[in-house]
């Protein structure tokens, strides 16, 4: 109870983490479009000025307090804002509106009061056309930065759902990977436990012993791998050399496996027993169909930007005409494997090479280790 309680605490914890950083990361970026933005309107409004003949550098403390109380009256719209951000859009634009609306005025009468006393002693009469200008540029200031405000959230938004879309993604195609991964070893393990019932029965029971020491070391180390986590060709190709070792206890006198593997493509990796289903085949519609002795073969090379795997085993004769049946599950379950690995950038094929011969044969773009 204690545990599932601690896990429980430990999700909130992370929930609210990740919460305080989405919420620091949006304070920052509004900041940094606040900044950018009155900049751009001071440096504007210079120019302009500037044009209608006021000169820019006396009159740059004026603009800087009227920026500056504009500032002030836009923090509070920017907080009002945001708790619309809840509401469809056309509410939020009604009400981004209605703030515009509102702080128009406001920032025409510090506007003047700070004319007058940027001019005193001189006398500040007010023209009407001129308070008219005033609120019309008050108010577009301030619904542009509504604007740009409402504008930054959805982009936010629309950022944040996209990584979570992402990682949705990935979460689906890391369980994908791992059901089909673990296809193969309760297929292996019915296998290999049906050998060791036929040794048993037989009476072989220091092959049987053997064969179940072999089968714990194999086991111990395919328990510790992750099926998303590529592993370079040769240390797989060494799970493989354990895989066929547990089976020659049984095929031992008629079983032989060779490997032809380039030494420039042993550090390739390649997804964690990939080639175990097609050595599984091997063995059971090679070797356990077949009275006389059987061949296993993996060739491995580099051709242009693919390695290149190929397993080869010799078969009974007469199933040259068609593929026997449960052979393909394995061969779907490889193929399904690396489609969802390699998203369409690898294919198997496979089938008989001549009569009495099986071949099957992998390209994986390289990833080196």
């Known amino acids: 109870m204690a545990s599932l309680a601690e896990a429980g605490f430990g999700a909130v914890a992370r929930k609210e983490t990740r919460q305080n950083r989405e919420d620091m990361e949006r304070r920052k970026a509004v900041f940094r479009l606040a900044a950018a933005y009155w900049v751009a309107v001071f440096l504007s409004t210079s120019v302009l000025w500037a044009v209608a003949g006021t000169d820019p550098i006396e009159s740059a403390p004026g603009k800087l307090a009227s920026i500056a109380f504009a500032l002030v009256l836009t923090t509070g719209m920017t907080m009002l804002l945001k708790r619309t951000l809840s509401w469809p859009l056309w509410q939020q634009a009604m009400a981004a509106f209605a703030l515009s609306l509102a702080a128009t005025p406001v920032s025409a009468v510090a506007d003047y009061l700070i004319y007058v006393f940027c001019v005193y002693p001189a006398p500040a009469p007010v023209d009407p056309k001129e308070l008219a ?217 496979s089938g008989y090479i001549r009569p009495g011969r099986f071949g099957v044969r992998l390209s994986l773009p390289l990833a080196r280790s």
């Open 133 to 349: 200008y005033s609120l019309i540029f008050g108010m577009s200031l301030f619904f542009g930065w509504c604007c740009l405000y409402l504008v930054l959230c959805y982009s936010m938004a629309l950022a944040e759902g996209e990584r979570r879309m992402a990682a949705l993604r990935e979460e689906a195609l890391s369980a994908q990977m791992r059901a089909l991964a673990y296809q193969v070893n309760p297929h292996f393990l019915f296998n290999t436990l049906n050998a060791m019932t036929g040794l048993i029965e037989e009476g072989a029971n220091a092959h049987a012993r053997g064969m179940v020491l072999k089968l714990s070391a194999f086991l111990r180390k395919t328990l510790t791998l992750d099926p998303t986590q590529d592993i370079p060709l040769g240390e797989e190709l060494a799970l493989q050399s354990d895989y066929l070792a547990v089976e020659s206890t049984r095929f031992s006198d008629r079983m032989k496996v060779s490997f032809a593997v380039d030494d420039d493509v042993r550090e390739i990796c390649v997804p964690p027993l990939i080639l175990q289903p097609l050595f599984e085949n091997a063995v059971k519609y090679g070797v356990g169909a077949t009275r006389g002795a059987v061949e296993i073969m993996l060739r491995a090379e580099r051709l242009d930007d693919a390695l290149v795997i190929t397993v080869e085993n010799d078969t009974p004769p007469a199933d040259a005409d068609g593929m026997p049946a449960g052979m393909g599950i394995g061969l779907r379950n490889v193929a399904d494997r690396i489609a969802a690995h390699f998203s369409g950038t690898a294919s198997l094929s």
